[in-house]
């Protein structure tokens, strides 16, 4: 490639940056050392950034446009779904704007989208992390509580729920810069662990609880009497079943994208820095995971489904 950048002006550039040193390691390395890798990230990034960024921009206005979709379980789905909007917004257009501004010798732009690009998305994966804690604690709620869940888990609380949930994502973003790298990456293996053993422990309780109520309402069996309203606490099995499964399908995707991220995470622990074009290789499916999980809330969620047709129609046949 011709022309090569000002190292001395990207330093400058780069030096509001609190662990700047570290910034201009990895551009440099991934920049000298992987050409067509960045490349080729950078296009994929670029093209999945607008169905990732559209799909889930509709779902969250489905939810919010929709009076019927205004419940603690759909405000969590909301939640996710931003995460999801962040990153195919920020992240993965922040990403392609990196590449970019490398061909263009934009130092500037290169050293702030690298910033924005890996900031938002040490942010995105936080909270789409404890978003699908909450949701699968949400779930066993569902089932244990059966009609009192209602009275228990209103919109008020999620809502507040939520705003402690962005306060914690936002302070434990930010422990990069008042701790070392080393304890960061204790207290995230710490934060991991709960969660995971959160989830495991709530679904596999729903689950349970699930075939239990279903036995105690249904004796024989049959699936056609689950619906029936006989006892105080009955609740709709069949959608509640549809629901939590959506649920572990959007938990196991999530585990899936993820997971590779961890792995490169607890090996820059054990062993030092990862090779860059790798990392952003795991951050790019870390991104997939966000195009995905508004395809399956079309397919999997009939509501939310129907409220995006809408939306959909009255966008399109606008004059």
Known sequence: MNGSFDNNLLQIVCRSNNNYNTTISFINILLENSYLQSLLLAIFNAIFAVP??????????AVFTTPELRTPS????TNLALTDLFMGLVCQTGYSLFAVSYFNLDVQTLCISYVLFTNISMMVTIASGLTVTVIS????????????????VTLPRIRRLLVVLWVMVFILTSLPLYTSTK?????????FTICLFTI????????????????????????????????SNAIDVLKYKKLLKTMVLILGLVLICYLPLLV???TFEQKGDPEPIFSITMLSIVGLNSTLNPIIYLVRMRDIRR?????????????
């Open 264 to 266: 490169i995470f607890i």
């Open 183 to 191: 304890w960061v990456g204790i207290f995230g293996s710490i934060v």
């Open 200 to 231: 495991i422990f709530c679904y596999s309780k729903s689950f349970r609880a699930l075939k239990v109520y279903c036995n105690q309402t249904n004796p024989q069996g049959s699936h056609q009497g689950s619906n029936e309203a006989t006892p």
């Open 52 to 61: 990732t960024t559209i799909a889930n921009l509709l779902v969250i206005i």
């Open 307 to 319: 409220a995006c047709i809408r939306i959909t129609k009255r966008l399109l046949c606008k004059p």
């Open 74 to 77: 759909f405000y969590l789905v």
């Open 137 to 152: 604690i949400d779930r066993y709620l569902a089932i244990s509580l059966k009609l009192r869940y209602r009275s228990t």
